[in-house]
Structure formats: C-alpha cells, structure tokens
C-alpha cells in the first residue's frame, strides 16, 4: 500500500522561509511530486523530483533522498499569496502503466503578516 | 503550460438525478485522463484512470456502475455521477497526462446533491 505524511498545518511569517516536509512508504517509486491548491481550486503543478538531491525554482526548491522517503518543500520570501495547501503526491512504480499518482493529505499553510 | 477545462464548474442537483462532467485537454492529447474527488478538508482520492478508446480502471471501493467514466476522444473524458446522493457532493478534479508524463489539473467541478 501507499503511505505519504506530512505536517497537518504550519504557520509563517510574512518574507521569511518555511520548509515543508513529506514522508512517504510506497510499494515503488517512479517520482515525487509538490501541488499547491488554494482552497475551492484545483492542485497546481510546483515541482518533481525523481533522482536524490535539490531542484530549485525561483523562490520554490524541493529535495529529495530516495533512500530515507523524505522529501521537503522549500518557499522562500514567503508572500500571503503562498497560503494554501501543499500536497505531496508519489508515483509508485506499480502503477500499472497508468502513471498513477498517490497524494498525501496536505499541509495547510498560513503566512502572517 | 497545457490547459486542461471541467464543466460545468459548479452544480446542483436533486437526489436521485444523474449528473455529467466533462474534462478537456485543450491543447494537447491525452491518452490517459484522471478522476479524483476531494472532500473538505481532505486530499485528493484518486477514483479512476480514464483511458481513450477502452475501459475505464476504477480504484478499490468505487462503484464503477455509478460513477461512468467514457473517453470518448484524445482530448474528452466525462463522468457521470448516477442517481446521485447527497454523500455524493464532493469536488471533483480530473487530470490529464501529456506526452512528456507531466499532469495537468482541471478546475474542479464542485457537486451538492440536494
């Protein structure tokens, strides 16, 4: 089975840095995933990582080590617009040829001013 | 980035009615099209995997009698809730993959049952 954790809620400032993590236990791994949706909208599409190490994006990075099942969401120079949900999503290998993606939960992020 | 459109975006209907949704992949073709359906609060449930021109591959749990899944074409997939209830409201989001693997989201179609 899939199993992907991450933080149920995180609250940050205004400008500063938040990082936000993902764990996961997949039956496989073809791929990681970030998604920020804001609320009543669809997920829009951050980041993928596949092999181990640090993809940056402007003032979004995320990193990954295949090894542990960990992953984190960097946001930079945080703005209120950066509050929404940030899911994790895996695609195991499994997947039977569809490219099925698993999503974790999702972390509810909150900027203040 | 590719576009990928629901309609309708928003609808309400009695119990027991039938209710289509439609997802398009605007500038591209997808093959392979998603359906997913998000409560409050909660992430997104995958409920199938649409593919063009054969059957539909439904997840654990979800009756493939009542949510009806056709691709008819590369870029048109709908599903229909049948006699829908109202534990059926719900959002429901679809998603289309392209050529290079990357998924792309409709915006949602938000369903109340009444």
């Known amino acids: 089975g899939q199993n992907i954790d991450q933080p149920t809620e995180m609250t940050a400032t205004e400008g500063a840095i938040v990082q936000i993590n993902c764990t996961y236990q997949?039956?496989?791994?073809?791929?990681l995933f970030w998604y920020q949706q804001h609320a009543g909208e669809a997920p829009t599409f951050l980041s993928y990582?596949?092999?181990?190490g640090l993809e940056e994006k402007g003032r979004f990075s995320s990193f990954l080590s295949r090894s542990k099942g960990y992953s984190y969401l960097l946001l930079k120079e945080l703005q209120m617009k950066d509050s929404a949900s940030y899911l994790c999503?895996?695609?195991?290998?499994?997947?039977?040829?569809?490219?099925?993606?698993?999503f974790g939960t999702g972390t509810k992020l909150q900027v203040i001013p | 980035g590719a576009v990928v459109s629901q309609h309708p975006s928003r609808v309400i209907c009695k119990s027991g009615t039938s209710v289509k949704i439609e997802c398009r992949s605007l500038?591209?073709?997808?093959?392979?099209m998603f359906w997913y359906r998000q409560f409050p609060k909660q992430s997104l449930m995958l409920m199938a995997t649409?593919?063009?021109?054969?059957?539909?591959?439904?997840e654990q749990g979800v009756e493939k009698d009542k949510f009806l899944i056709n691709h008819a074409s590369l870029t048109l997939s709908t599903l229909t809730v049948t006699s829908a209830h109202p534990e059926d409201s719900s959002f429901y989001i679809c998603?289309?993959?392209?050529?290079?693997?990357?998924?792309?989201f409709g915006p949602g179609t938000r369903l109340t049952v009444l």
């Open positions: 998603s289309a993959r392209d050529h290079y693997n990357e998924q792309f």
């Open positions: 997949t039956s496989g791994f073809n791929g």
């Open positions: 990582n596949v092999l181990d």
């Open positions: 999503a895996v695609r195991p290998t499994d997947s039977g040829g569809y490219q099925k993606v698993t």
């Open positions: 500038d591209f073709q997808a093959t392979t």
């Open positions: 649409s593919n063009e021109g054969s059957k539909a591959t439904y």
